[in-house]
């Protein structure tokens, strides 16, 4: 199969996946991050069970095969399966948008790898077709013209950074969870997915198993499960002076900590989620353990961001259609607009007396 997938960063995991298991992908990036790909290929370093260090996994070693592109240089309309995993206000930059828009014009079958789910599969929950949800999107226009059908959402639960210090086509993965995916409303569509399922399964190395799988569920539900996780830990490692690791988040006050998971699987549970398809807190507590860097958010609002993927929003706002709420959330939403307005409002530092 050929796969497009916008976002060489963490999307260079999934892809690398894809091109063990012999498909061939596309990454969208910038003009020089295309560039050093298309030279260099891509690096992504994986820990195998019973191994002490990480394996680094070069894209030109693999069957399928790998190239790079800007935006406008793109064909959507090329590809069988398109992956969404860029940071959500980035769908907003006007390369990014033009981009979008030629995807859905396309029509073709969309696997969203982001923290923030798109819209238009929040529309195929029946409780949330009509939601006042828009506000929690840096722009929400930039889905209008997606079909609910075709965007299915996968959570991006591997925990993976670009080490600082080496070039943007390395990525190590700390923790190598797997890839949970929805299914599509067309049958057709979803037997695709199970067939990049299956082949990545297959791949072994050494005749070991190579972590970060593709999983496949019939429920629209269990990508939710993530919404536990990030708003107990990711979004908790904000702070009004500051930031704190995933641990400290998850374990300064593991009570409150079980709390706040509790409620966000309610949540989702009232949607039409089933007990089974969520993470149980103390397998989350345990994997936060060894979380030892803020999350992504965090950084990128201690980095001066001004806008950032607001899953907490979103997930405070979703509660509030369905008449539900929660005081712990409802702070973290207060210090992450703190936080963000700050950086929006900031003066300059040639004017600061």
């Known amino acids: 199969m050929k796969i497009l997938i916008l976002g060489a960063s963490y999307g260079s995991l999934l892809s690398t996946k894809l091109l063990m298991a012999g498909h061939n992908v596309t990454l969208i990036c910038r003009s020089k991050s295309?560039?050093?790909?298309?030279?260099?290929?891509?690096?992504?370093?994986?820990?195998?069970?019973?191994?002490d260090a990480h394996r680094a996994f070069l894209s030109k070693n693999f069957v399928g095969k790998l190239n790079a592109v800007t935006p406008a240089d793109s064909r959507p309309e090329d590809y069988d399966l398109i992956g969404l995993a860029m940071q959500e206000p980035q769908y907003s930059e006007p390369q990014a948008r033009?981009?979008?828009?030629?995807?859905?014009?396309?029509?073709?079958?969309?696997?969203?790898?982001?923290?923030?789910?798109?819209?238009?599969?929040?529309?195929?929950?029946?409780?949330?077709a009509d939601a006042p949800l828009d506000m929690c999107?840096?722009?929400?226009?930039?889905?209008?013209?997606?079909?609910?059908?075709?965007?299915?959402?996968?959570s991006p639960d591997p925990q993976a950074f670009r080490p600082p210090d080496e070039g943007t086509n390395v990525l190590h993965v700390g923790?190598?969870?797997?890839?949970?995916?929805?299914?599509f409303a067309d049958p057709d569509h979803t037997a695709m997915l199970r067939q990049l399922e299956s082949d990545i399964?297959?791949?072994?190395?050494?005749?070991?198993?190579?972590?970060?799988?593709?999983?496949?569920?019939?429920?629209?539900?269990?990508?939710?499960?993530?919404?536990?996780?990030?708003?107990?830990?990711?979004?908790?490692?904000?702070?009004?002076?500051?930031?704190?690791?995933?641990?400290?988040?998850?374990?300064?006050?593991?009570?409150?900590?079980?709390?706040?998971?509790s409620w966000v699987d309610q949540l989702a549970r009232a949607l039409g989620a089933d007990a089974a398809d969520q993470v149980p807190f103390e397998k989350y507590a345990n994997a936060a353990s060894s979380l030892l860097k803020p999350s992504s958010a965090a950084r990128a609002i201690d980095g001066g961001a001004k806008n950032i993927e607001r899953v907490d929003l979103l997930v405070q706002r979703i509660a509030a259609s369905i008449g539900m709420q929660n005081d712990l959330l409802d702070e973290t939403v207060a210090t992450v607009n703190a936080r963000l307005d700050a950086n929006r409002f900031e003066a300059p530092a040639s004017i600061v007396a």
Not at 101 to 127: D, G
Not at 175 to 183: D, E, G, M, Q, S
């Open 137 to 154: 999107y840096d722009d929400a226009s930039v889905w209008a013209d997606f079909e609910p059908g075709l965007m299915s959402l996968c």
């Open 201 to 261: 399964a297959d791949v072994t190395v050494d005749g070991k198993d190579v972590p970060v799988k593709l999983r496949i569920y019939d429920s629209l539900f269990v990508p939710m499960a993530k919404w536990s996780m990030l708003l107990t830990g990711n979004y908790q490692c904000v702070q009004r002076d500051g930031v704190r690791p995933i641990r400290d988040a998850v374990h300064g006050d593991v009570e409150a900590s079980a709390g706040m998971y």
């Open 34 to 51: 295309a560039a050093l790909i298309n030279c260099e290929g891509t690096e992504v370093r994986i820990k195998l069970r019973d191994e």
């Open 98 to 128: 033009d981009l979008m828009r030629r995807i859905a014009v396309s029509r073709k079958p969309c696997l969203s790898i982001m923290n923030m789910p798109p819209l238009p599969f929040l529309r195929r929950v029946e409780a949330l």
């Open 175 to 183: 923790l190598p969870t797997n890839f949970k995916a929805a299914a």
